[in-house]
């Protein structure tokens, strides 16, 4: 996992918005895997998905279409070992909103071990809009 300070943060251009990288997540996706199929960690990769974007509202998972094609087509081919989880922030915020705070949204993917995730995350997020995948967080007191 990278955190970053601060003083820090890497910025990435998202559609309009100016957005800082907050936590970057590398992680195996093959850890825990004992034996299987690539049609079969597929599905439990699609599975696993799902349950984080419905504990996560704001989460666009890159080729997420193609992930379930390959499921249902059943492509015997694996994924790509590392799966990466980013969470941008931005001052942008809905015209409506008066109430203070920020927009946030969470970006996953999978990427072999040679690929530089800031550069992929770079092209993943570049051609998002922003508006219409970032939630408001609005401020703690």
Same mark, same amino acid.
């Given at each position: 996992?990278?955190?970053? %300070?601060?003083?820090? @943060?890497? &910025?990435?251009?998202?559609?309009?918005? /100016?957005?800082? #990288? *907050?936590?970057?997540?590398?992680?195996?996706? %093959?850890?825990?895997? @004992?034996? &299987?199929?690539?049609?079969?960690?597929? /599905?439990?990769? #699609? *599975?696993?998905?799902?349950?984080?974007?419905?504990?996560?509202?704001? @989460?666009?998972?890159?080729?997420?279409?193609?992930? /379930?094609?390959?499921?249902?087509?059943?492509?015997?081919?694996?994924?790509?070992?590392?799966?990466?989880?980013?969470?941008?922030?931005?001052?942008?915020?809905?015209?409506?909103?008066?109430?203070?705070?920020?927009?946030?949204?969470?970006?996953?993917?999978?990427?072999?071990?040679?690929?530089?995730?800031?550069?992929?995350?770079?092209?993943?997020?570049?051609?998002?809009?922003?508006?219409?995948?970032?939630?408001?967080?609005?401020?703690?007191?």
């Amino acid at each position: 996992m990278i955190h970053t %300070r601060r003083d820090e @943060l890497r &910025g990435f251009q998202v559609g309009r918005v /100016r957005a800082e #990288l *907050r936590e970057l997540t590398v992680s195996d996706d %093959r850890e825990s895997m @004992l034996e &299987g199929t690539p049609h079969l960690h597929r /599905r439990f990769r #699609l *599975r696993s998905i799902e349950k984080a974007m419905a504990a996560t509202p704001h @989460l666009y998972v890159h080729e997420l279409d193609k992930l /379930r094609a390959d499921a249902a087509g059943r492509v015997e081919e694996w994924l790509p070992r590392e799966a990466v989880h980013a969470r941008l922030t931005s001052w942008w915020k809905p015209e409506d909103m008066a109430e203070p705070g920020h927009t946030e949204l969470s970006v996953m993917w999978f990427q072999t071990a040679v690929q530089n995730p800031f550069a992929c995350l770079a092209a993943i997020v570049r051609p998002l809009d922003w508006a219409s995948l970032a939630g408001f967080v609005p401020f703690e007191d």
